[in-house]
């Protein structure tokens, strides 16, 4: 049984794991421009193996973050259909959640283009 309140949880869900996403991209952005920097400057190999090891977490969790957002994004698509089935269509609820499925598809359209 879909109700509004699994509705909310589930768009807050997948809102949060696209700021996560957003988030590890502007890490990996930050931590390569860091690990350049310390190779221009001849940094210290230990330090910059370190940096390395931070700048590959960084971008191991980006597909980590992508399966957790596609599982979130089927999770509220379904309790989507189900509330339609139930003639819940209507309300500021299922408004929010329609866009921000819109948003998170765009998203992955923009990301494997």
């Known amino acids: 049984m879909a109700t509004i309140r699994n509705l909310k949880i589930k768009t807050a869900s997948c809102k949060r794991i696209v700021k996560e996403l957003h ?3 502007k890490e990996v952005e930050r931590e390569a421009a860091k690990t350049a920097d310390m190779k221009e400057k001849g940094a210290d190999p230990y330090d910059l193996k370190q940096q ?3 700048l590959a977490e960084s971008r ?3 597909p980590d973050c992508r399966k957790r957002l596609e599982s979130s ?3 509220l698509k379904g309790i989507l259909a189900e509330m339609e089935e139930a003639n819940q269509k209507e309300g500021p609820e299922v408004t929010e959640a329609e866009s921000t499925i819109v948003d998170v598809e765009k998203l992955f359209e ?3 283009s």
């Open 23 to 25: 988030s590890y991209e």
């Open 52 to 54: 390395e090891n931070v």
């Open 60 to 62: 191991m969790m980006i």
């Open 73 to 75: 994004l089927a999770d």
């Open 110 to 112: 923009t990301t494997e």
